[in-house]
């Protein structure tokens, strides 16, 4: 479809013939004054392209054009179920996995007439929050030397723990060695609360949630010097008490 410019010859066309108004509009395409129905172009920027969840992208469609007239409508669909309106807009991606989403761009001109364009934004799924190291200690003193015969007295040698971190702490199958190799693994469902603590005795006894027994046949901690480790149930060293007499 061709569309007529207003503009006018120096002469005017009384009395022309059909060759030579032919030759007059050949005249004018060629000078520009009669030009093709140009459609828009719709074209956009945006940044960043990609980041992790939740990523807020900045979307730029100034450089969209209409050369036959003006942009009255830009509208934006982001690929992720929303949409949104106007020639810049930001827009904020959450997921809980890598994706890649669709960007589509739709303008109208003041006549009607539409173009589209797409783009893509690479969304990768959040960090998770490193996990907090179990925070649990030997607390002060450390009972390793028991009144009188150790190995008639076994349940004066014992040593308490508390925790001292913000979240529960299942104790299952932790482990608890001295210098030596001895090792004593504890229960299933042990678990100490925030601020509570737990005494464990090398003698016999009844567990309860405060105090543990690890039945042993013979006094566990060297009265002179020994290293008390307590490990996780992955076998990794939690903390350890440095036993001395001195």
Request: with cysteine.
């Amino acid at each position: 479809m061709m569309r007529l410019q207003m503009c006018y010859p120096r002469k005017e066309m009384k009395n022309k013939t059909v060759g030579g108004i032919l030759f007059l509009l050949m005249g004018l395409l060629a000078g520009g004054c009669v030009g093709p129905d140009l459609l828009p172009v719709a074209t956009f920027t945006l940044a960043p392209g990609t980041g992790l969840s939740p990523l807020i992208v900045t979307f730029d469609a100034s450089e969209s054009i209409s050369p036959n007239g003006v942009i009255s409508q830009y509208s934006w669909d982001f690929g992720d179920g929303t949409k949104g309106s106007g020639m810049i807009v930001v827009h904020s991606y959450q997921t809980d996995e890598d994706q890649t989403f669709t960007v589509t761009l739709s303008i109208v001109n003041h006549e009607g007439k539409t173009a589209s364009s797409t783009g893509s934004v690479d969304v990768r799924a959040p960090i998770p929050p490193a996990t907090e190291a179990p925070s649990i200690e030997f607390v002060w003193p450390f009972h390793f030397d028991a009144e009188g015969d150790d190995a008639t007295n076994l349940n004066d040698e014992y040593f308490t723990l508390q925790n001292t971190g913000a979240e529960s702490i299942d104790l299952s199958g932790w482990r608890v060695e001295n210098d030596h190799g001895v090792a004593f693994r504890l229960p299933g469902g042990v678990t100490l609360a925030p601020g509570a603590q737990i005494t464990i005795y090398s003698g016999s006894g009844t567990n309860t949630t405060t105090r543990l027994y690890l039945s042993a046949s013979e006094p566990v901690w060297n009265n002179d010097y020994d290293l008390a480790f307590l490990l996780d149930a992955a076998g990794e060293i939690v903390t350890y008490y440095v036993i001395t007499s001195c």
